[in-house]
Nanobody
Framework: QVQLKESGGGLVQAGGSLRLSCAASGFTFSRYGMSWFRQAPGKEREFVAYASWTVGSTIYADFVKGRFTISRDNNQNTVYLEMSSLKPEDTAVYYC???????????WGQGTQVTVSS
């Protein structure tokens, strides 16, 4: 059974940091690209960051470049999102996804809430 379980969300003040984790099971993690998306209240879900199955290959949305870092540990079947210099507009539910190609999102987690107070 495929499972993606996010954790690490919470309430943080503007300028603070959080580290999200997504633990994967039920599929061959090292063969999947992993992405983070987010969805703010009343807004569409948007792409945040991507890490290919090749460790070190990453893509970021412009609005998080220089502030967020995606990484993965293929031994632990876990993908991370290090978030720093957080802004109130980063408030959203953050989801991790797994896909066999860059443009595919085959599996989704349930999401973790990140709230940034001003």
């Amino acid at each position: 059974q495929v499972q993606l379980k996010e954790s690490g969300g919470g309430l943080v003040q503007a300028g603070g940091s959080l580290r999200l984790s997504c633990a994967a099971s039920g599929f061959t993690f090292s063969r999947y690209g992993m992405s983070w998306f987010r969805q703010a209240p009343g807004k569409e879900r948007e792409f945040v960051a991507y890490a290919s199955w090749t460790v070190g290959s990453t893509i970021y949305a412009d609005f998080v470049k220089g502030r967020f870092t995606i990484s993965r540990d293929n031994n632990q079947n876990t993908v991370y999102l290090e978030m720093s210099s957080l802004k109130p507009e980063d408030t959203a539910v953050y989801y991790c996804t797994a896909g066999r190609s860059r443009a595919s999102y085959d599996y989704w987690g349930q999401g973790t809430q990140v709230t940034v107070s001003s």
